[in-house]
């Protein structure tokens, strides 16, 4: 079976999960007439959010641009140290796992500091979404540096290619792959992380439209929410995907052409 088909086949199967799983839980919140204010209906989660529309599209508005700048922020950053990282000795023994540590730190542990410091606008939560970010995109630079053929490297250095060639060439096209696998595993923790910034303290965004939703009781705009934060993951994890398949050409481990 090709990519192509593979992947139609996924989709496919999960959309029909999905809409089976919500076909029951609409039948058992009317078979045992489960109170909306415990467990709305998929329906009626549904309605709340075409109702609630404006201020639904302004709180995604406000979380994507902290997602999309600090996502961006965190990648470079992550690229760039790993490759310093990788480069020293010292800095792998002393600074790498202090880093891999530090994205163990619970968001809510640092989120209050970061607010205090840079106040409640967006840049505070831009740099909390690239901070941690960041972790993931470290970790898999220098692990997929580590995996490329040093027989590549010695090729290119015995042909006199200098090392920030070596580096532009052969150790980052190697590495992609791996590198993705870390922005994406990334992506999947950025809007929960804008979201529970914004929850401490902010203007607008999700985790304000969420805080709003439990302080008035309503478990409908509740879920709105969160099926939101997670429609927006996964609709970033596929553009990422697709980003992917564009960019990266060259097998992992190998060297890139130009």
């Known amino acids: 079976m090709s990519l192509r ?131 993931p995109v470290v970790a898999a630079t220098v692990r997929g540096m580590k995996a490329v053929d040093r027989s590549q490297v010695q090729v290119a250095r015995s042909l006199g290619a200098s090392w920030p060639w070596v580096y532009g060439h052969v150790f980052l096209p190697g590495a992609a792959r791996q590198i993705f696998t870390g922005v994406k595993i990334s992506a999947t923790y950025a809007f929960g992380t804008a979201a529970m910034s914004e929850y401490v303290g902010a203007a607008n965004g999700l985790g304000v439209y969420l805080n709003a939703a439990k302080v008035n009781f309503r478990t409908d705009l509740v879920f709105v929410a969160g099926f939101a934060l997670a429609l927006c993951t996964l609709v970033l994890f596929a553009l990422l995907s697709v980003l992917e398949r564009v960019l990266i050409r060259w097998p992992e481990g190998g060297v890139h052409d130009d």
């Open 5 to 135: 088909k593979r992947t139609v086949s996924t989709t496919i199967g999960l959309v029909l999960t999905v809409l089976l799983l919500l076909g029951i839980w609409e039948a058992a919140v009317f078979l045992f007439s489960i109170r909306p204010q415990i467990l709305p209906a998929p329906s009626v989660i549904f309605h709340s959010a075409v109702e609630d529309w404006a201020a639904l599209s302004r709180a995604v508005h406000a979380t994507s641009f902290e997602v999309f700048w600090g996502l961006l922020a965190g990648c470079l950053l992550g690229v760039l140290a790993g490759l310093l990282i990788f480069a020293s000795r010292i800095l792998q023994s002393s600074l790498y796992p202090l880093l891999l540590a530090a994205q163990t730190v619970p968001i809510i542990a640092i989120a209050p500091l970061i607010m205090i410091w840079m106040g409640f606008g967006y840049s505070g939560k831009i740099l909390l979404v690239a901070v941690y970010a960041s972790f």
